[in-house]
């Protein structure tokens, strides 16, 4: 019982390690897929992945947030100064707010430009913004720019998660990982 007060429990691990893994394949295939000189179908499979593999991730990500919405986070340890407990707080924030930021735009440069999303054109989903070159690259410089501030806020994430577990130990490690119950 006392490890329920401590430790999120398992749907939010699950979703958030879903999460995790996801957007680790997402941004070096967004990365990749964009450069120049690959072999057309190379490029087209990572476009292919990453436009339909993002339409999941939205999906996940829309569940992880009515969950959190409806599940508080467990304590964090008190003896973790109030200045960490705020940075928590807002990178937390800002987080969520990129992982939406990110498909949403992702989305609108997609069928703004023209292009399909397979998976919701097979499930017989229209595009929700007509075709328009302008919007297209608006939404593509937004989404550009959102991931790498998602990249350095994920380093900065996963970076504070290692120092807990390996540094400081103080059990903020243990709240998300599903294995054991102990840093």
């Not at 999120?8 to 070096?28: D, E, F, K, R, S």
């Amino acid at each position: 019982m006392a490890d329920r007060a401590t430790r999120y429990g398992t749907t939010a691990q699950v979703l958030h390690w879903l999460v995790a893994i996801g957007i680790l394949l997402m941004i070096p295939a967004g990365l990749i897929m964009v450069r120049d000189g690959l072999p057309r179908a190379l490029q087209d499979a990572l476009f292919l992945f990453h436009k339909n593999i993002g339409v999941v991730l939205f999906l996940i990500v829309v569940l992880r947030i009515v969950w959190r919405a409806t599940h508080p986070a467990p304590p964090l340890p008190p003896q973790m100064p109030a200045w960490q407990r705020r940075i928590a707080a807002v990178s937390h924030l800002a987080l969520y707010v990129l992982l939406v930021v990110m498909p949403v735009t992702g989305y609108l440069r997609v069928r703004a430009g023209g292009y399909p999303i397979e998976a919701l054109d097979a499930l017989g989903v229209p595009a929700m913004v007509a075709r328009n070159k302008a919007f297209g690259e608006a939404a593509s410089q937004v989404h550009e720019v959102a991931a790498f501030l998602l990249i350095g806020l994920l380093a900065m994430h996963i970076g504070a998660a290692l120092h807990h577990a390996l540094i400081r130990r103080d059990g903020v490690w243990s709240r998300m990982w599903p294995i054991g119950g102990r840093d």
